[in-house]
């Protein structure tokens, strides 16, 4: 099963685009939301929290006063 290339989501058989460029990369896309965001856009999947690949960053404690 191959997994989207921007938000990280399963894509079940028969379902979703495959980009081949011409460099012989694939990408798969579940959506056009995903597509367009990664090829049109140029955008990070890291910076949205609706991917699996959002970064996760802990915030650091300040207990100083």
């Known amino acids: 099963m191959a997994k989207c ?3 990280g989501a399963n894509l079940e ?3 979703g685009k495959m980009y081949v460029f011409k460099s012989g990369k694939i990408s798969y896309f579940c959506t056009n939301k995903c597509e367009r965001n990664q090829l049109n856009l140029n955008r990070k999947s890291r910076k949205f929290k609706w991917t699996e690949s959002y970064e ?3 915030k650091k404690e ?3 006063k």
Request: glycine content about 8%.
């Open 5 to 7: 290339s921007f938000c």
């Open 56 to 58: 996760r960053i802990p």
């Open 62 to 64: 300040n207990n100083e």
């Open 13 to 15: 058989k028969g379902t």
